[in-house]
């Protein structure tokens, strides 16, 4: 937790959870095609949040950063159970057709893709 915040209250991640947790299941659905994953990841999230007392400066930081570790904890579940070729073409449905906030719409496709290539694809394999 960074200094000049105060701690989260139970009260604050039970509201936190209520707001949240049904639109990041629907997110994490669009990339996973499996409602159970998708809560199981969502849920685990907020573990970590409520485990690490993460506090945060505002509403919008706190959506983007559920977002963000909803997002990477699918990809690392898709890179763990389907291959690679399949975990790009869902990256790129997701990143062309995503509805979630503002700052996955202006990510840049090719840069994503780039990214995953140079990153997780074994070339020559």
């Known amino acids: 937790m960074k200094e000049g915040k105060k701690e989260p209250t139970l009260k604050d991640y039970n509201t936190l959870f209520k707001s949240l947790y049904p639109q990041l299941c629907v997110f994490a659905y669009k990339y996973l095609d499996d409602l159970e994953a998708s809560k199981d990841i969502v849920q685990e ?21 559920f977002y963000k570790a909803v997002r990477n904890k699918c990809l690392n579940h898709l890179k763990s159970k389907r291959p690679a ?12 057709y995503d509805t979630g906030p503002s700052f996955y719409q202006e ?5 994503s893709l780039n990214y995953f290539l140079s ?7």
């Open 45 to 65: 999230v907020f573990i970590k949040v409520w485990e690490d007392k993460t506090a945060f400066q505002d509403e919008d930081h706190t959506a983007g950063y």
């Open 85 to 96: 070729l399949k975990v790009m073409g869902i990256i790129y449905t997701n990143l062309a």
């Open 107 to 111: 990510r840049n496709l090719t840069t």
């Open 119 to 125: 990153h997780f694809l074994i070339i020559g394999v």
